[in-house]
């Protein structure tokens, strides 16, 4: 397999933050790494004879050490556009493409016409979303580059889950019908810390004073104008306490920088630094009194999770990605008003136990990303991606209804609405405790069906088995179906109370192009219930796949789901002694560990259930059905 780069705007601009930041995080892991299974090629635009120029690794390595200075000797022209394969070859955009000098509308359906696939990296949508926010010039490029994506992307990769969310529902507002699997990676935050001394007699009496730091372009989108005038006010109570601003100049802040230039306290207890090196900047995250980060909208929030980091006080909007980045080790504040601000800083200020037992608490539970951990997320796609096309290229016709139960009349509902609406049925398979064998073998229906003793399936896991909790339960009896002999390489997993509405046909779990879809109905991260040993389930399902860096969306959408045998005994193996001791949910361990190695082979779908929850208010719905195909049915609430 062959991958090719483009980084003609990393090699243009020569910059160290934002997008270009990651992706010389990631070439630098690219150029060290000694997979065997593909090849990485590096390219750059050659500005003045107007060709891609295929770069030597030894040269990327000397550019990503020397990136302000370093000069490419671009002497091997490369014509993308006249390249053929026959073999897996991707195009991986994960640069700023829509200043490429070459379109993607255009460079895209000819790499697709001659075999490439395209892979591309979505950081945010700001410029769709809040143009306003955005340069006029990179508003009006940026919609054609994000077109080209949803006609002709294979797999897009995402900083966050918002991120996605935002990309689908453009998508959806469009009238776009086609999937684009998907796959979201977090991003890096090990940003290291300094220990080289500071000679600046300026900087230093900086770093010296009790300062709170926001770091990030002056623009408006980044809102350090609410900071400023929230310290306005916190410098009368506090003569103590300063503000730090570290960024370029950006666009749209006239009004700002001349506030800045010439505030009364500027030099006092204002200070703006524009052009600050690493190692500086690891000096100010690290003797930060608190750090505040109030944008109002980011793909990521990368100085939230840096900060975090370095174990500061972090105040940061609670919008878009802010959360996923921070959980709850930052304080948020929710309508980006000033009184908000000046109200945690004032806590913090007046309280010092509170002040550093919050440290403390940041120390024991914010967890660090690292590049390695970021890279090796997107390796893992490629380590797992002839077996992702395998996968979309073989399929049943016919598949097994595979039930766990104990209730014979919902079992009997069931079974008869799948006899009615689904076509594509081989056989049920129903594993039952054994004192229900007798009534389940007189079940009725129209195809053939098999009764299964648990114990028979349980092994040395039935004893005790009746005093675990119902998550346990579940999660032990749904790995053990891994024993049944005759289960096929595919089917359809399912409770007894999930039924079908409508005509189901085997598209709904197996698209044209041979992508297993799977249905999610939540978002890990906002899962804040503790009340049932489900709930329970759920948070302990976010710590641990969150330290995998897989996703973190919720799959128990109480409907039928297909099943892939192999992916779902890897993720046995991997997750089954940890089920063992800990209750978990089964459904989420497997979409989430499947769509994360194998998203080629994946579309993550909205659930389409009918009384999930069975009651309205047990929680807030984060996705809105438009579709109803399901139900978990409770009898009760027919009656």
Not at 97 to 112: C, E, G, H, V
Not at 154 to 166: E, G, Y
Not at 219 to 224: A, F, I, T, Y
Not at 516 to 524: D, P, T
Request: glycine share 2%.
């Amino acid at each position: 397999m062959t991958i090719y780069i483009d980084i003609s705007i990393l090699e243009k601009n020569r910059a160290n933050t934002g997008i270009q930041r990651v992706l010389k995080e990631f070439v630098q892991r690219v150029v060290f790494n000694d997979n065997d299974s593909y090849t990485f090629k590096i390219l750059a635009y050659n500005w003045d004879s107007k060709n891609m120029e295929l770069l030597g690794i030894q040269e990327v390595k000397s550019f990503l050490k020397e990136t302000a200075s370093f000069q490419f000797e671009k002497n091997n022209p490369i014509d993308l556009k006249t390249i053929k394969v026959n073999e897996t070859t991707i195009f991986l955009d994960m640069d700023s493409p829509w200043y490429a000098p070459i379109s993607r509308d255009q460079l895209y359906p000819t790499l697709k016409e001659n075999g490439f696939l395209i892979f591309n990296f979505i950081y945010d949508l700001v410029p769709i979303i809040l143009p306003e926010y955005a340069h006029p010039n990179t508003v009006k490029i940026f919609k054609p580059f994000l077109d080209a994506v949803y006609r002709y992307s294979d797999t897009v990769l995402f900083d966050s889950l918002s991120a996605n969310n935002d990309f689908i529902d453009y998508k959806n507002s469009l009238n776009i019908t086609r999937d684009i699997p998907s796959r979201v990676v977090g991003l890096g935050s090990d940003f290291f810390k300094s220990t080289l001394k500071i000679n600046d007699n300026y900087i230093n009496n900086i770093l010296e004073k009790k300062y709170i730091l926001f770091v990030g372009t002056i623009e408006p989108r980044k809102n350090q104008e609410n900071v400023l005038d929230a310290f306005e006010i916190l410098s009368e109570k506090y003569p103590d306490l300063n503000l730090v601003f570290i960024g370029k100049n950006g666009w749209k802040v006239e009004n700002l920088i001349h506030k800045i230039k010439n505030h009364p306290l500027k030099e006092k207890q204002l200070f703006w630094l524009n052009n600050i090196d690493d190692d500086t900047l690891s000096y100010f995250y690290q003797n930060a009194f608190i750090v505040t980060y109030l944008s109002k909208y980011e793909g990521y929030g990368l100085p939230i999770a840096e900060s975090l980091g370095y174990g500061n006080i972090t105040i940061a909007s609670k919008n878009s990605s802010m959360y996923e980045v921070a959980h709850d080790t930052a304080d948020y504040i929710s309508y980006n008003t000033q009184n908000e601000l000046i109200d945690i800083i004032s806590l913090y200020c007046d309280n010092i136990n509170l002040y550093n037992l919050k440290k403390e608490y940041i120390k024991d539970n914010f967890k660090i990303t690292t590049w390695d951990t970021f890279s090796n997320s997107i390796f893992t796609i490629f380590d797992n991606f002839e077996q992702s096309i395998y996968l979309t290229q073989n399929h049943l016709k016919k598949l097994q209804f595979v039930f766990i139960s104990i209730e014979i009349d919902s079992i009997k509902g069931t079974v008869e609405a799948c006899d009615k609406y689904v076509d594509f049925i081989k056989e049920y398979i129903v594993i039952t405790a054994p004192k229900f064998i007798s009534k389940f073998e007189n079940i009725t229906t129209k195809n053939k069906i098999t009764i299964i003793d648990e114990t028979t399936i349980l092994k040395e896991y039935k004893d005790g088995f009746s005093k675990r909790d119902h998550v346990s339960k579940n999660w032990i009896l749904r790995t053990s179906l891994l024993n049944i002999e005759n289960l096929d390489d595919e089917f359809i997993m399912l409770d007894d109370d999930n039924r079908p509405l409508k005509k189901i046909t085997i598209d709904k779990y197996i698209t044209k192009e041979g992508r297993y879809n799977g249905y999610y109905f939540h978002n890990l991260l906002e899962w804040n219930h503790k009340g049932t040993e489900y709930d329970i389930g759920q948070q302990n399902m976010k710590k641990i796949i969150a330290n995998e860096n897989y996703e973190l969306l919720s799959y128990s959408s109480h409907a039928p789901q297909i099943i892939n045998k192999k992916i779902f005994k890897e993720a046995t193996d991997k997750f089954f002694k940890i089920g063992l001791t800990t209750p978990i949910d089964e459904w989420s361990i497997y979409f989430n560990y499947a769509v994360s190695r194998y998203p080629y082979a994946f579309n993550k779908k909205v659930f389409e259930t009918l009384n999930w929850p069975a009651n309205p208010y047990q929680w807030d719905y984060p996705y809105s059905q438009t579709e109803i195909s399901f139900e978990n049915y409770y009898k009760e609430i027919y009656d």
